[in-house]
């Protein structure tokens, strides 16, 4: 059952579409492409995730590959910051640090480029969707192992249900989303 949502959640709650058994049987997946379709409803997005975070003092905001840089960059440029893509295995050119976190059955492996984040400075993780959080947590080692801190994260939207947020505190106290289910 859903939190009582607000006027803005209700409108991105019509446009994430629900797609049964994908991408293997017995899984819901929740597509966000209808929510590009919208460049109003991309905008309020943008605003309302941006405000979150406003008042946090952030020096970066890191995007996962690849639907965390839908909505990342334009996060880091309203809060006027640089934005830091972290990749999957093998897409980045040149120095850069890797790490490799287990999956469900197997293991992935995320990367960052080496020096384009100064060190002690503070980092906001987004993501367009919290899981479990494995590919978050995995973030976090990028940015630390370059000297960062995870000042939070923030997701278009949580499945609380798979205990993620509960994950990532351990790592920054502010685990924000858009919406929640």
């Known amino acids: 059952m859903k939190k009582s949502l607000s006027p803005y959640q209700i409108e991105l709650d019509n446009a994430i579409r629900d797609i049964?058994?994908?991408?293997?049987?017995?899984?819901?997946?929740?597509d966000l492409t209808p929510v590009l379709l919208d460049v109003h409803?991309?905008?309020?997005?943008?605003d309302s995730s941006a405000s979150k975070w406003a008042d946090n003092n952030?020096?970066?905001?890191?995007?996962i590959e690849s639907r965390g840089y839908w909505f990342g960059i334009a996060i880091a440029d309203k809060l006027n910051v640089?934005?830091?893509?972290i990749r999957k295995k093998g897409?980045?050119?040149?120095?850069k640090v890797e790490i490799s976190y287990a999956l469900e059955y197997g293991e992935a492996s995320?990367?960052?480029?080496?020096?384009?984040?100064?060190?002690?400075?503070?980092?906001?993780i987004h993501d367009d969707l919290l899981?479990?959080?494995?590919?978050?947590?995995?973030?976090?080692n990028l940015i630390e192992a370059e000297g960062g801190t995870v000042a939070g994260?923030?997701?278009?939207?949580?499945?609380?249900?798979?205990?993620?947020?509960?994950?990532?505190t351990k790592f920054a106290p502010s685990v924000l989303s858009e919406i929640e289910y």
Do not use: C, N, Q, W
Request: zero cysteines; a positive charge.
């Open 131 to 140: 899981a479990t959080g494995g590919t978050a947590e995995a973030a976090v």
């Open 153 to 168: 994260f923030h997701f278009i939207v949580t499945l609380a249900f798979l205990g993620g947020p509960e994950r990532l």
């Open 41 to 46: 409803l991309m905008r309020k997005i943008i």
């Open 110 to 124: 995320i990367e960052m480029h080496k020096g384009h984040l100064k060190p002690g400075s503070s980092v906001l």
């Open 58 to 63: 952030i020096d970066y905001v890191a995007g």
């Open 20 to 30: 049964a058994d994908f991408p293997k049987p017995g899984i819901v997946f929740k």
């Open 91 to 95: 897409k980045l050119p040149g120095d």
């Open 82 to 85: 640089p934005f830091i893509p």
